[in-house]
């Protein structure tokens, strides 16, 4: 069905949620403008870019795409955790019991790249770099731009401006808008291990590494290029932290003290240290997620979460996809190819997605800071570990009854608030099929308990 548009959809942001959704939406023909802050050529993109890393939820919508293989050749597949201790003992914690399922590491950077490549091929969709998006008039649907003072007029907007969305600010000022934000106390530092000789890995290159140091850790991803991209979780204040830090000999003696076997590898670790940047973590919510079909918020700019999960990027590719298939939905549409597309349509497509994805935002932002106290406190732990195995164990022996809460998240796109209420009951699983077993015994797991426990809170 051929849609009238008077003016573009105007994207704001052009990272990950943007390009996606400028390219899928430019493949069906509308015609969209986006407007990005950053230059279209970044720089210094090591000390900036960080790796993230791409589930099946991700790949469901570069797949809708049609370019995944294409993004993919730039991606590494992690297979599982590879723990660090003190003492510098690696131990590896697999993410599935399936040896086919894995994540991907990816850099946002890179993936951007190629995501507004493609989508630049399009004649109907205009990037404008270098101009970011001061407010919105949202009586009259027109941005008011930061570096270029113009006023641009749009069909709708569509607000993929992240975590401190200036789509959003402008909704905040609305009647009846809900809006908070939650910091950790912690925040983070990239830094980086180079690859060895001929782009060689020095560790695992298959693993997300994760050195858990009780009140703060570091995680690294791997790069195509050999390296990986570091990145520390630490206070802001205390007698560990960021503001304790300030000297080099501190830096250094530090990471020698509780990072050793990396500290090896890290030979540009102080000048990374005191030229990146510190970032802090935040979690924003806001509700609704639109207004009167002409501004909707999608990805961060609707619900930032914090990293734990591994989520971020995908949480935001799923609501590109969930938005571009209100789009489709043909029973949204006019009901005559004559009759403009307005507000009214605009409204009931964001009304939908809205119910489609506002509980699942919700989940999966507290599900990630229940992991950052879980990877940072607890994949050490000797209990953690068995009840690791133990999980493995019940999906070998119940696969299509027991399916572990990080399953669940990460290798299928069943909704997030589903997954937080297995995971929930999967918990109380374990914990009776543990309890007594203080050698943490395998064998003396009771699979007939097992069978009656998941009968009893999984109805399976």
Same mark, same amino acid.
């Given at each position: ?85 003190? !003492? ?211 990805? !961060? ?79 050490? !732990? ?79």
């Amino acid at each position: 069905m051929d849609i009238l548009l008077n003016k573009p959809i105007t994207i704001v942001g052009g990272g990950l949620a943007g390009s996606a959704l400028a390219l899928l939406l430019g493949q069906k023909g509308f015609p969209i403008q986006v407007i990005e802050k950053r230059p279209k050529q970044s720089e210094n993109i090591r000390a900036r870019s960080i790796n993230l890393a791409l589930s099946d939820r991700g790949v469901k919508t570069l797949t809708k795409t049609g370019y995944v293989d294409d993004i993919l050749k730039i991606a590494i597949p992690m297979k599982g955790r590879m723990i660090h201790s003190l !003492d510098s003992v690696q131990t590896f914690q697999a993410y599935s019991s399936d040896s086919n399922k894995h994540l991907y590491s990816v850099s946002r950077q890179l993936l951007n790249d190629r995501l507004r490549e493609h989508t630049e091929k399009l004649e109907n969709v205009k990037f404008i770099f270098s101009d970011a998006c001061k407010s919105i008039d949202l009586k009259q649907c027109t941005i008011q731009t930061q570096d270029s003072n113009q006023t641009i007029e749009a069909s709708t907007i569509i607000g993929c401006d992240g975590a401190f969305s200036a789509v959003r600010g402008s909704m905040v000022k609305l009647d009846r808008q809900d809006y908070s934000q939650s910091y950790l106390k912690h925040g983070y530092k990239e830094l980086c291990i180079p690859s060895g000789p001929n782009q060689t890995f020095q560790i695992d290159k298959n693993s997300l590494h994760i050195w858990p140091r009780g009140s703060f850790m570091m995680i690294a991803l791997p790069n195509i290029d050999g390296s990986f991209t570091c990145t520390l979780f630490f206070p802001f204040d205390g007698p560990l932290s960021f503001s304790s830090l300030d000297t080099r000999e501190k830096v250094d003696q530090f990471f020698k003290d509780y990072f050793p076997d990396a500290y090896k590898l890290m030979p540009d670790l102080l000048d990374d240290y005191f030229e990146n940047p510190t970032s802090s973590l935040v979690t924003v919510k806001t509700e609704p997620y639109h207004y009167q079909g002409k501004v909707v918020l999608v990805g !961060d700019a609707a619900h930032a979460i914090v990293p734990f999960y591994g989520q971020g990027m995908n949480a935001a590719f799923e609501d590109v996809l969930e938005l571009f298939n209100c789009f489709e939905d043909k029973s949204l549409y006019p009901s005559s190819t004559d009759k403009p597309f307005d507000n009214d349509h605009f409204n009931n497509i964001y009304k939908k997605y809205q119910e489609n994805r506002k509980a699942n935002s919700d989940a999966i932002a507290e599900m990630a800071v229940e992991n950052f106290f879980e990877m940072r406190d607890h994949v050490g !732990d000797a209990l953690f570990l068995f009840k690791k195995k133990v999980e493995h164990l019940l999906e070998v022996k119940f696969p299509s009854r027991y399916i572990s809460r990080y399953e669940l998240i990460s290798f299928s796109t069943q909704p997030y608030a589903y997954a937080q209420k297995i995971g929930l009951a999967n918990q109380q699983i374990l914990n009776e099929l543990v309890k007594g077993n203080d050698d943490y015994n395998i064998e003396k797991i009771d699979l007939v308990l097992a069978d009656q426990l998941i009968k009893k809170y999984l109805n399976k």
